[in-house]
């Protein structure tokens, strides 16, 4: 089977080609034209993604290796996300799938990046059940996954999520965009000791997540300092509150591991790339002989590659979408996945 994947969610128009359960090319166009307005702007989002859908979807068709005549399936993301934007990608896909007569699949964002840990090993039999921690810009989820479509979620952030605590952290400390990264070499020469910030939801008996409140004490921290204490101290707080995320995403996965006694751990989404974060979940998954696995660094934030995945284990499951199919920019995971009738823990809405 061979399956093209297109994403257009938000800000990067991306396809890719899976056959056979291998990644065969992925293409992404960027659209750095949003800088200049400190923030994605919809409209223009929609009008590049018109623009490069066409020379994208050739590129991963080409670097593939194959044609459109080559295809067996076709997968888009349907939301959620900016509603011009998914337009875009979602009709283009339909189209094609039309005129070519072929199996078509609408993808949840999400469900892409839970698949995109499996982008380089395809799943079997055998790698079910596991936990999956995803946190994104938008979304910080705690998953146990029974198999293709079987997500029960287990707790979500009550407010922000993990990679928007650091984008706003970032904006605090006068860093760049996208916060993750900038955060991280920033705060890769500070110590994380050196501010004692609050660790939200920490040791709650539920797996639910919090970040808003982080934030506001690195702004009452800050509010404290001059603006040369501030340059100064720069590397150490954000170490300092950089860690303080980390240890919250560890404990409600640690939490989620009590809760379910499952063995096997998947960490997906933008925060995913984060250095700090990977080397504190490998030394706990070690001591408590956990498995764990992060996708390559590429993979952890928007890309067509995982659509292209989650479509193509999808279409071998038997799923079909109707041409009908429309975007959902609101599309919540929860709300249409199907939970084992052996999933343990406690689900969420
Ligand atoms: N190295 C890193 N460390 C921490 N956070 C990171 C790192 N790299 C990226 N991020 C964060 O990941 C987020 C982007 O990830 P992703 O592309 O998965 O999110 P999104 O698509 O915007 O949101 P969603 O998938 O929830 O709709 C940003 O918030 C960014 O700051
Ligand atoms: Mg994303």
Redesign the pocket.
């Known amino acids: 089977m061979i399956v093209l994947g297109i994403e257009s ?2 800000d990067e128009t991306a396809a890719a080609v899976v056959a056979d359960g291998s990644l065969r090319s992925n293409i992404i166009t960027p659209q750095p034209d949003h800088t200049a307005y400190g923030g994605v702007v919809p409209e223009v989002a929609s009008r590049l993604h018109e623009l490069h859908i066409i020379p994208v979807v050739e590129q991963a068709l080409a670097a593939a290796g194959t044609s459109i005549h080559d295809l067996t399936g076709i997968a888009a993301t349907y939301g ?2 900016l509603a011009g934007a998914l337009i875009v990608g979602l009709n283009f896909a339909k189209g094609l799938a039309q005129s070519l007569s072929l199996p078509f699949i609408g993808i949840d ?2 469900e892409g ?1 839970l698949w995109a840990n499996f982008l380089q090993d395809p799943p079997t039999a055998d790698s079910y059940p596991y936990l999956c921690l995803l ?5 910080t989820h705690l998953w146990r996954v029974d198999g293709v479509g079987q997500y029960t979620l287990l707790g979500r952030s009550l407010d922000d ?4 605590a ?2 706003k952290g ?1 904006r605090l400390l006068g860093l760049g ?8 070499a920033v705060a890769e020469k500070g110590d994380p000791q050196s501010v004692d910030f609050p660790r939200p939801m920490k040791g709650s008996p539920k797996c639910d997540f919090s970040f808003s409140g982080l934030k506001t004490a690195l702004y009452h921290h800050l509010r404290d300092l001059s603006e040369s204490q501030q340059l100064k101290r720069q590397r150490h707080i954000a170490a300092a509150y ?1 860690e303080a ?1 980390v240890d919250s995403l560890l404990d409600r996965l640690q939490q989620g591991v009590r809760l379910t006694g499952l063995s096997r751990v998947c960490v997906a ?3 995913s ?5 990977r080397n504190r979940l490998d030394d706990w998954a070690a001591s408590e002989n956990l498995s764990i696995s992060y996708p390559p660094l590429e993979f ?3 890309n067509a590659a995982m659509i292209a995945m989650a479509g193509y284990v999808r279409l071998q499951a038997g799923d079909r979408s109707s041409l009908d199919l429309e975007v959902k920019p609101n599309l919540s995971l929860a709300d249409h996945s199907r939970p084992s009738q052996t999933s343990q823990g406690h689900a969420q809405g």
């Open positions: 969610s938000c959620p996300g964002h999400m990046h946190a994104s810009g938008g979304h999520a993990a990679g928007e650091f984008d970032a965009y996208p916060g993750g990264p900038a955060i991280e950089q995320i989404g933008g925060v790339a984060n250095a700090r974060l952890c934030t928007d």
